[in-house]
């Protein structure tokens, strides 16, 4: 079973979707999320941060490396990066807000191809690959890492 979490960022402007892969972390391991209207006021530690886009999130790393322990992750190599990129705990979909545009975005589709399946799973295929090139540009991690 993997983890969904919603966190509201520190200015409560926006809320983040995030994602724990097996529930390997529990979500205690997300001390906070900063959407890019509050992360300038943050000062940025990246021994337990991790920068995306504008949004900053913040991880208990000494909680993360406990867990991680038991799958034989040294805790001397654990960073933020790396429970990010490995899924431990990172965006659900390729951004904070992936999760909620996605399915907007899909449902659009669904009304073009107007009932027209095999329309709509080819819309699909084009529509994935440009989307995630185009959030490739913008800056995002995850979308970086997919291509
Ligand atoms: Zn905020």
């Not at 995030?18 to 530690?45: G, K, R």
């Not at 949004?55 to 867990?67: K, M, T, V």
Request: proline share 3%.
């Amino acid at each position: 079973m993997c983890l969904s979490i919603q966190r509201q960022c520190s200015c409560s402007a926006d809320v983040a979707s995030l994602f724990h892969t097996n529930s390997v972390l529990p979500e205690e391991v997300v001390v906070a999320v900063h959407c890019p209207s509050c992360s300038d006021a943050v000062d940025f530690d990246q021994a337990t941060m991790l920068r995306d886009n504008g949004w900053i999130i913040e991880y208990d790393l000494e909680l993360a490396a406990q867990h991680l322990r038991r799958f034989g992750i040294d805790p001397q190599t654990l960073t933020p990066e790396r429970i990010f990129d490995e899924g431990y705990s990172t965006w659900k979909g390729l951004t904070p807000t992936d999760a909620y545009q996605k399915s907007m975005e899909l449902h659009a589709l669904w009304a073009e191809a107007e009932g027209d399946r095999r329309k709509y799973f080819e819309d699909m295929k084009k529509w994935t690959i440009e989307r995630t090139q185009r959030l490739a540009e913008a800056g995002w991690r995850k979308a970086q890492a997919a291509l």
